[in-house]
């Protein structure tokens, strides 16, 4: 046998990969921390706003247009009431809805859509405005969290959906009824996992133990806002930035202590969006019911921070559509309007309407917008005017989540279907 051959050479080759490949996901099992393990790669979307919770996918090679009729359609599936995004780790995507009277955690497959196990949150959580969870899964390692709207905050195992704890955020953090449910999506930092814990009356914010689920520090007393916090890094130290009922705040992530707040109160509390970090120094909140926006200057050091206005306006109101950073401009929902916004100044670049109150993500320096009616479009992330390079509908009622990019496939969902749509074109 021609051992030495190139055909030979390649066999060898494709057997030590595929053996790696099962020990790697045997030792992802197996391991005393299955959060240290499976790491994340470059193209997954494993959590709320993607990778850096910034919205923007990090890929050049998004096509300028797509063929008539939409970008090809990989595979659409039936699922529940919810409004949570898809979470995407290598061939798995995560994801939350109400199916059969209870909200359920689901990991399906990447490539066809199909069911490979689900885990029960806890009873499904019924609103005006639409039932079922609100929140995003993360998947962290071998560990996928996610929050039922009642603030049960479910751990399972990537592999085989197996329950490794759960905590009612609820009951851990103390406060009065929710008329909303909760929305925050977990954020996982190291031995803690983060979130907006919502309870009227309670701490605005809680950080878990990772491990067991066990309330590490609560802190910022008042209600929080259906909002999801973020790290970011200033002044040499790190913070851990929440929007809720009564403005910003910056907690130090190991004690929860305050190192800064901004007042920001809004009608019904109801700071959504996610604050934007424009590094250095930098963070946008932003609301509508007649709010609108606030740019805000944290400066300081070892002897403290303070958080000051740069600008406000009531021309930049997002709703739940957190806005995205590019060039120097925001770009978000106005309520219905589609609009590019001057961050040096607050004033407005350009404006469309035709989107309703749509969501958006970053990419390639273009707008993938889902619209309020279903249609996806299109848009140059270009101040200078708005440009729109294609359009075509994918659902025909209500879209009010935030798409997806992960491996060049996008993933789009509603009340009523998810959909999985050939957005890059695989390499030859």
Request: proline share 7%; charged share 25%; hydrophobic share 40%.
């Amino acid at each position: 046998m021609p051992s030495d051959s190139a055909s030979g050479f390649r066999r060898r080759a494709a057997l030590l990969l595929l053996c790696g490949a099962a020990l790697a996901a045997l030792a992802c099992g197996a391991g005393d921390d299955p959060y240290d393990c499976c790491p994340a790669a470059a193209d997954d979307w494993p959590q709320w706003l993607g990778p850096k919770r910034s919205g923007v996918a990090e890929v050049t090679a998004l096509p300028e247009t797509w063929p008539e009729g939409g970008p090809p359609e990989v595979w659409r599936r039936a699922l529940g009431p919810g409004f949570s995004t898809v979470s995407v780790r290598g061939d798995d995507l995560f994801v939350t809805y109400t199916e059969d009277g209870e909200e359920q955690l689901f990991r399906l497959d990447a490539a066809t859509g199909e069911e490979r196990w689900r885990r029960s949150m806890g009873p499904n959580f019924e609103e005006e405005y639409g039932d079922g969870p609100r929140g995003a899964p993360t998947v962290h390692g071998g560990v996928v969290m996610a929050l039922s709207s009642r603030g049960r905050l479910v751990a399972a195992h990537v592999e085989d959906g197996a329950l490794l704890w759960s905590t009612d955020i609820h009951r851990a953090t103390g406060g009065g009824p929710l008329s909303r449910g909760y929305a925050s999506s977990p954020l996982v930092d190291g031995p803690r996992v983060y979130l907006n814990s919502a309870a009227a009356g309670g701490p605005a914010a809680v950080a878990l133990d990772r491990a067991d689920g066990g309330v590490l520090w609560k802190a910022e007393k008042g209600r929080s806002a259906a909002s999801s916090p973020i790290l970011v890094e200033i002044g040499g130290r790190r913070h851990l930035v929440i929007a809720y009922a009564h403005g910003l705040a910056g907690l130090d992530p190991e004690t929860g202590e305050r190192l800064w707040r901004f007042e920001w109160k809004t009608k019904y509390g109801l700071n959504i969006a996610t604050p934007v970090f424009l590094p250095p120094d930098r963070l946008l909140i932003s609301a509508a019911y007649d709010q609108g926006s606030a740019l805000v200057r944290v400066q300081g050091g070892d002897d403290g921070f303070t958080a000051q206005e740069v600008w406000t306006t009531r021309k930049f109101r997002n709703h739940f559509a957190t806005s995205v950073v590019h060039g120097g401009h925001l770009y978000g929902f106005d309520n219905a309007i589609l609009k590019s916004i001057d961050i040096a100044t607050g004033e407005d670049a350009w404006r469309a309407r035709g989107y309703g109150k749509g969501s958006l993500i970053l990419a390639d320096g273009k707008l993938i917008v889902l619209a309020e009616d279903g249609d996806l479009a299109l848009v140059r992330a270009n101040p200078e005017g708005h440009e729109e390079l294609a359009r075509t509908p994918v659902f025909d009622s209500k879209c009010w989540t935030a798409p997806t990019l992960a491996g060049g496939r996008l993933y789009l969902r509603n009340h009523e279907e998810l959909v999985s749509l050939q957005l890059i074109p695989p390499a030859p």
